[in-house]
């Protein structure tokens, strides 16, 4: 599975080491459509013209238009889908304490910076955008439609 170091370049967590594994392709897939899925139903909350400015913008832009896009969609789904999405994307997360090179388990502890929690979020979506990018496409025939109108390159078939 793919993995990343990342290091906060500043911030009271400057200079810690997290490695960041995506998900396996079958818990990236349910993580992603269950995602997409609260994304769908969150969509009623947003006027036509925004929705649509937003998915044309982020496909033309391709897949780093959707993780730029990252924490709107956050922002915008409900708090019990969002913290499982979150509490998902944690997970990915290790941290080398110390002098030891071998990756641990997050713990509540080794954050101190409250960027660094929205960072990683961040970088671990990053990992699994392509998984949330097929979801929307199965989840979502309008989206998909929508996506196809735009970059039709880019477009996976159905």
Known sequence: MKSIEWSPASGEDAGKEFVITRMSA???DKWARHLSKAVVQ??????EAMLDQAVRRAMEEGILGIASMSMT??????DEACDKAFDA??????????KSKTPRALLDGD???PQTLTDLRSEAFNLHVGFFKA?????SPLA????RAVSPASAPSP
């Open 26 to 28: 079958f818990a990236a």
């Open 73 to 78: 969609i956050f922002a915008n789904i409900d």
């Open 89 to 98: 994307l944690l997970q990915c997360v290790q941290i080398r304490r110390g």
């Open 135 to 139: 979801a929307i496409f199965q989840s």
């Open 144 to 147: 998909a439609s929508l996506i």
């Open 42 to 47: 969150s969509t009623n909350k947003m006027s």
């Open 111 to 113: 954050i101190d910076d």
